[in-house]
């Protein structure tokens, strides 16, 4: 299996630090807001990559955080007027649900920043004992940037470039050393969140928290390190460069990252107009097709979003899911119970596109061809079984194109379609059961709505639903 690596910029074999199992750690979210559709592609690829390494035999350990401490969210506070800690633990929620949608698995762990300070204390006594850190009058604490050698080894940047960049930048804070430093911890300002450190009261930066997670939960050293490619430089840049200075090992043996995703051609962004949040989405479409569109490019590539091509994406999915569901259909009518020769010749045949579906994910995890080996492999199931099919044949088809199905993330259930008549005729019949006093009747109908994701809201004017 090749997967290509940032540090390197080419594709390498792919061999685990150890035999048969993988440590994975996937920078997350941070948690202000619903998360939006460029935010799930990272989620869907590495979800998809976990899958296939599973497929391929190995134990996947797969760690994914939540940042719950940052400046984002302690504005949203304060907008709302409410605690950050009630910020970041809504939009945690919020997202497990986007991502339960997205068909997205839980990750092994899902640490959270504000629950590892302890760690980060530690990383950054050690850092600082090392040499690696110091602290400035105002209680910051800097990493000294050109104290590690190798900086610059991800993103393929020149320190001296980059301080040539940073000419303009004033060194603020009094005592940063060098303007190529950055921050490990920084003083509380008034009415943010903070903890106690020798230093000052305050909280950790950004960088260090997936340094201290990816230590605690995977260990000094692990194979895949994945986020979006915005994260290569100084995200990633400098996670590795505390990781390593503070544990002496090398940090990530492989460094993936996904493209970003655009709209209509364009950077999504809020003062754009251009921005979707999956919610937003999900009341268009079933997830399973963003899901399906997200794994129809390489992750590598740049991939743009548009109305037209969801809509290609809807109908390339429908095609699978008719397969499936016609084989579905044969097999439960099917008179005959085993295997022709001919049928049997025909399974053998079909190997084929597994092997086309193997060699396109051996390939640094080429969905967009491993997909087109799943539409192969549909044409040939619509070309080869009838009513006449036997009831193995069509159950081995079915399985075998479940289980590409399932290394892509994509439920072969269709999901039953309500109709907007038959919401509308069953909230009259709720509102007649409450006039009856049937209350149980009434709230039948709601968990009946509810499970085909629709929600009720009894309001002044009347009950209004929403797809959920
Ligand atoms: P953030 O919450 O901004 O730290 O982002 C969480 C993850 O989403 C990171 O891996 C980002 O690189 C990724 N991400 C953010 N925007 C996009 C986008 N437009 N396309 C692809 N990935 C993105
Ligand atoms: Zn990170």
């Known amino acids: 299996m090749k997967v290509y690596n940032t540090l390197n ?24 807001n619903l998360i939006h ?49 009630e910020i970041s633990s809504r939009y945690i929620e919020e997202c497990k649900k986007d991502m339960a949608g997205l068909n997205v698995r839980p990750a092994t762990m899902h640490p959270l920043a504000t629950q590892e300070i302890d760690g980060m204390l530690q990383m950054i006594s050690i850092l600082i004992d090392k040499g690696f850190a110091y602290p400035a009058v105002d209680g910051t604490v800097y990493f000294r940037t050109r104290k590690f050698e190798e900086y610059g080894k991800l993103s393929h940047k020149n320190l001296d470039d980059l301080q040539a960049g940073h000419r303009e930048i004033k060194v603020t804070g009094e005592g940063k050393e060098d303007s190529l430093d950055f921050v490990l911890w920084k003083p509380k300002k008034e009415g943010e969140p903070y903890w106690e450190s020798p230093w000052c009261q305050g909280r950790p930066g950004w960088h260090i928290e997936c340094s201290v997670m990816a230590k605690k939960y995977l260990g000094d050293e692990i194979d895949i390190h994945a986020g979006g490619e915005d994260l290569i430089f100084p995200h990633h840049e400098n996670e590795i460069a505390q990781s390593e200075a503070c544990n002496g090992s090398a940090f990530a043996k492989y460094w993936l990252h996904n493209g970003f995703l655009n709209i209509d051609n364009k950077k999504m962004s809020k003062s754009l107009g251009n921005f979707f949040t999956v919610r937003e989405i999900s009341e268009k479409y079933d997830l399973q097709v963003l899901r399906f569109f997200m794994l129809s490019a390489h992750y590598r590539s740049p991939l743009n979003f548009s109305a037209e091509l969801m809509e290609a994406a809807k109908n390339g999915l429908e095609r699978i899911l008719n397969a499936a569901e016609n084989l579905e259909h044969l097999k439960n009518n099917s008179k005959q119970a085993a295997m022709t020769e001919a049928e049997s010749r025909h399974w053998n045949e079909s190997s084929a596109f597994v092997d086309k579906f193997e060699a396109a994910m051996d390939d640094d995890f080429n969905t967009a061809d491993a997909i087109s080996a799943v539409f192969e492999l549909v044409k040939f199931c619509n070309t080869n079984v009838s009513q006449d099919s036997s009831q193995q044949f069509l159950e081995k088809l079915s399985m075998r194109l479940k289980q590409l199905c399932d290394i892509l993330g994509l439920l072969l259930e269709k999901k039953q379609e309500i109709l907007d008549e038959e919401i509308e005729s069953l909230i009259a019949e709720r509102k007649a059961a409450r006039k009856e006093k049937n209350f149980a009747r009434a709230d039948e109908i709601r968990e009946i709505l509810l499970e085909k994701g629709i929600i009720l809201e009894d309001t002044r004017e009347g009950v209004k639903w929403k797809r959920a």
Request: proline fraction near 4%; include cysteine; charge should be positive.
């Open 37 to 85: 559709i460029g935010n799930a592609r990272p989620m869907i690829v590495f979800d998809t990559v976990r899958r296939y390494l599973e497929y391929k035999g190995y134990e996947v350990n797969f760690v994914s955080n939540f940042t719950d401490v940052d400046d984002k969210i302690i504005k949203k506070a304060v907008e709302e007027g409410v605690s950050a800690k």
């Open 9 to 32: 910029r080419k594709k390498e074999t792919f061999v685990p630090l150890e035999e048969r199992k993988v440590k994975m750690y996937v920078c997350g979210p941070t948690v202000y």
